[in-house]
């Protein structure tokens, strides 16, 4: 086996049973509102951070726009792990995760608007079949959210629309660190150390201000009542808090390290496998407690267009910089 295959078979796994661990979570950790879990997952980031970046060789000084922008990425990353939970608490993690997959529309939504690029023919037909999957699945996941998960079709609403602005929180500092990097050499631009360091302390500060400010005064309804009702002690939950966390830490390394002997290739293909892998072991984990969990022949179509939408985005020859399209035309004209 590969360097770059086992990296990115350990890339999935881990980041199939992440998405799968939110799914429990949000029922054993107290209120999906409470954010004590995140702020333990942040916490143990900003360590794993620290320590990293003190062992660096690499130093370097950041420039304004690079910090800023670390700021703006460390931000979208909290306010989407924040809003996760209370999505998945609403919708379920298979609806979730279908919605999730719309990222590489957003991605070229926001690369030919922020960053002027324009998908290349190959790319249209992936971001084609992955909205055909949506539109095939997802309205009717929609309907039947509020029924098997006991809520309200506003209540599902919300869901889904925190659904959406996770994927956003999450596919915008990929586009920011772009802008970051543009047009510098190597030694000066923005690492994963950077941005890791970045995004850890944001979410401790942050998310520290909301459990101090929100959950603390309401313990008792947030955190004690859920967790007597669910029959979880706080050891039992501490302990998922902190596994929660080593998985978390290890995903990310994996991700990181796919990312080395890959590229965006190797990514791309585990995020386009993931959304099946989520959606056919939550059916065999979670069904038929949670039914919009359980298998059909719409959402195995689905899941093949997505998967199918994804593989053919990542093969595909990569969008080009609009200026750098107009200067190779000029030329051919010449």
């Known amino acids: 086996m590969s360097d770059a295959a086992f990296w990115m078979g350990a890339t999935l796994t881990t980041g199939t049973l992440s998405s799968l661990l939110m799914q429990k979570l ?35 000084a950041l420039s304004t726009k690079q910090r800023n922008l670390s700021i703006i990425m460390g ?80 209540d599902t609403a919300i869901g889904v629309a925190l659904a959406f602005f996770v994927t956003l929180c999450f596919h915008l500092p990929p586009v920011l660190m772009e802008i970051a990097n543009k047009g510098l050499p190597n030694e000066s631009k923005l690492t994963s150390i950077d941005v890791g360091m ?21 313990w008792e309804v ?12 706080y050891t039992t939950a501490g302990l998922w808090y902190l596994g929660n966390t080593a998985l978390y830490i290890v995903h990310s390394t994996f991700f990181l390290e796919t990312t080395r002997a890959a590229g965006s290739l190797g990514n791309g293909l585990v995020n386009a496998v993931r959304s099946a892998t989520v959606v056919m072991i939550g059916a065999a984990i979670f069904c038929p ?45 010449k």
């Open 222 to 233: 947030l955190m004690a009542q859920p967790l007597a009702e669910s029959g979880t002690s």
């Open 75 to 154: 931000t979208c990353h909290v306010l989407g792990f924040i809003a996760a939970m209370p999505a998945i608490d609403r919708i379920g993690i298979a609806l979730y995760q279908i919605i999730y997959s719309s990222g590489i529309v957003l991605l070229a939504f926001l690369g030919r608007v922020v960053l002027r690029k324009v998908p290349s023919l190959q790319q249209g037909l992936g971001i084609a079949l992955v909205c055909a999957g949506l539109i095939l699945r997802g309205y009717v996941m929609i309907e039947q959210g509020a029924v098997s998960l006991g809520g309200s079709a506003s």
């Open 26 to 60: 949000t029922k054993v950790t107290g209120h999906p509102t409470a954010q004590v879990v995140t702020l333990v997952q942040y916490t143990g980031h900003f360590l794993y951070a620290a320590s990293r970046l003190y062992m660096s060789p690499r130093k370097i």
């Open 198 to 218: 970045k995004v850890s302390t944001v979410g401790v500060v942050l998310l520290s201000l909301y459990v101090m400010l929100y959950t603390v005064p309401k």
């Open 289 to 333: 407690t949670i039914s919009n969990m359980c298998l059909d022949a719409q959402k195995l179509a689905t899941v093949a267009l997505l998967v199918t939408g994804g593989l053919v985005y990542t093969f595909a020859p990569p969008a080009v910089y609009l200026e750098d399209r107009k200067t190779v035309e000029e030329k051919k004209t």
